[in-house]
C-alpha cells in the first residue's frame, strides 16, 4: 500500500460491534429525526413575504436534502422504503 493510499484511510475504521443492522438502525433514526424537523417547518410555515421567508425555505432545502442523502445511504445499506417492499397479508 502506497503512503498516499494509507493517509487517506487513517480517518476509516473496523467496526466491531456496530454490526449491519445497528448501522442501518441508525440512519433510520436519523431520517426520522428529519422528517420530524421538515414536518415541524411545515406546520410554522412563513408566508412569502414574511421577513423570516427566505431563512425557513433554505432551512427546509437543507433538510430535504439531509433526507434525500439519509434516504440514498439507507438504500446502499440494503434498506428498502415504503412500498419498495410490499407486505404480504396472508
Do not use: C
Not at 442523502?69 to 417492499?85: A, N, P, V
Request: glycine share 4%.
Amino acid at each position: 500500500m502506497s503512503e498516499e493510499n494509507k493517509t487517506q484511510e487513517d480517518w476509516n475504521t473496523d467496526y466491531l460491534f456496530f454490526n449491519h443492522e445497528a448501522k442501518r438502525d441508525y440512519i433510520l433514526n436519523r431520517m426520522f429525526e428529519v422528517e420530524r424537523l421538515h414536518f415541524e417547518l411545515m406546520v410554522d410555515k412563513y408566508e412569502e413575504g414574511h421577513s423570516e421567508f427566505e431563512s425557513w425555505k433554505n432551512a427546509a432545502i437543507e433538510l430535504k436534502q439531509e433526507l434525500e442523502r439519509l434516504r440514498f445511504l439507507y438504500k446502499q445499506y440494503g434498506g428498502t422504503l415504503g412500498s419498495e417492499q410490499p407486505y404480504d397479508f396472508r
